[in-house]
């Protein structure tokens, strides 16, 4: 993970490319998702919080089913166990790097800076690592060009933005961006 995170392109082949290295990267989101479910819907049963469980199903499951139908067309299907086991295991480090950025920023930005202002440059920091590690596993996974890493990128980003507007168009109408970004509340929206 960590040569993939720092651009080591030799840190693909320290992933499996076999179903149980996939099952194995995919596992513990699935287990922090059915522990976050069951947690959610405990503390507030009901129609919003089962849209909020179904949403993060989807958002665990998106990047997977989005790059295996690009692999898939553009003959790499045989990479893609191994892409995407390093793909499900570096998105780990984005974490690391929110953790990081926000023990910097307390340092770095001075005393009383706005929190809104502090959370969407944490967010653009996080954000732009997260694009940037999410298009050179793919380049170097998928064996794929710029141009193709760049629409995997956008392909996966649209995929998630678009589960997003579709939480939000259908009731309860769920509007994920709020929980997800840290944002403070607007009004009107619950």
Request: with cysteine.
């Amino acid at each position: 993970m960590l040569l993939l995170g720092r651009g080591r392109r030799d840190g693909m082949t320290c992933f499996g490319a076999t179903p149980d290295g996939v099952l194995t990267a995919l596992a513990p989101r699935i287990a922090l998702w059915l522990v976050g479910g069951l947690l959610t819907i405990a503390q507030s049963p009901g129609g919003l919080s089962g849209t909020k469980v179904a949403f993060s199903l989807c958002l665990v499951l998106a990047p997977a089913v989005v790059t295996h139908f690009l692999a898939r067309l553009w003959g790499r299907e045989s990479l893609w166990p191994r892409y995407i086991t390093a793909a499900l295991w570096c998105d780990w480090l984005v974490l690391f790097v929110m953790l990081v950025s926000v023990a910097l920023l307390a340092v770095i930005l001075p005393a009383g800076t706005n929190a809104l202002n502090a959370a969407l440059l944490l967010n653009g920091i996080v954000l732009g690592y997260n694009l940037w590690l999410t298009w050179f596993v793919a380049r170097v996974g998928l064996a794929l060009g710029v141009w193709r890493a760049i629409l995997v990128v956008i392909a996966v980003a649209s995929a998630v933005l678009g589960l997003g507007e579709i939480s939000a168009l259908l009731p309860p109408h769920y509007a994920p961006w709020q929980d997800f970004l840290a944002l403070p509340p607007t009004h009107g929206v619950r």
